[in-house]
């Protein structure tokens, strides 16, 4: 827990709960996703899942339109709405650094990078200096 000190400051303060054992087979991007069997980013080369015809960018449009492509449309807030789900893209310099998932009660769920996911109560909990704040929020209907 102490490497979750220094890159999650603000999560030692928060309620959260580690909901599965470490591993590097999906990252927060595919976890936000909903995919735990593929690591999902634009890197150019074309190594990691990226969904086809989305620019291979570490750019906020890039994030956007891949998950455009999964049927969600931006929004203003992580707030809870009900019937719908939202995901929110944390950025730190204006570049796309993680992502968290809302669960139906409200609270998120994230991957730690290659470590565990968790469920938290707050965008906050995961707000750090390494990863930035959460600045962009997408929604879609559940069912």
């Given at each position: 827990?102490?490497?979750?000190?220094?890159?999650?400051?603000?999560?030692?303060?928060?309620?959260?709960?580690?909901?599965?054992?470490?591993t590097?087979?999906?990252?927060?991007?595919?976890?936000?996703?909903?995919?735990?069997d593929?690591?999902?980013?634009?890197?150019?080369?074309?190594?990691?899942?990226?969904?086809?015809?989305?620019?291979?960018?570490?750019t906020?449009?890039?994030?956007?339109?891949?998950?455009?492509?999964?049927?969600?449309?931006?929004?203003?807030?992580?707030?809870?709405?009900?019937?719908?789900?939202?995901?929110?893209?944390?950025?730190?310099?204006?570049?796309?650094?993680?992502?968290?998932?809302?669960?139906?009660?409200?609270?998120?769920?994230?991957?730690?990078?290659?470590?565990?996911?968790?469920?938290?109560?707050?965008?906050?909990?995961?707000?750090?200096?390494?990863?930035?704040?959460?600045?962009?929020?997408?929604?879609?209907?559940?069912?």
């Amino acid at each position: 827990m102490s490497n979750f000190q220094e890159v999650f400051p603000f999560l030692v303060q928060s309620n959260f709960h580690p909901t599965s054992p470490e591993t590097n087979s999906y990252n927060c991007i595919a976890w936000a996703a909903e995919e735990d069997d593929v690591w999902w980013w634009p890197d150019p080369k074309g190594v990691a899942f990226w969904p086809r015809g989305i620019e291979r960018a570490e750019t906020v449009d890039a994030f956007t339109a891949a998950f455009v492509s999964l049927g969600y449309v931006p929004c203003v807030d992580g707030a809870i709405s009900p019937g719908v789900q939202k995901v929110a893209l944390y950025t730190k310099n204006g570049a796309p650094t993680l992502m968290a998932r809302q669960m139906p009660d409200g609270t998120w769920t994230s991957k730690l990078g290659q470590s565990i996911d968790i469920n938290h109560y707050t965008l906050d909990a995961i707000h750090s200096p390494l990863y930035g704040a959460a600045t962009h929020f997408f929604s879609r209907p559940i069912g």
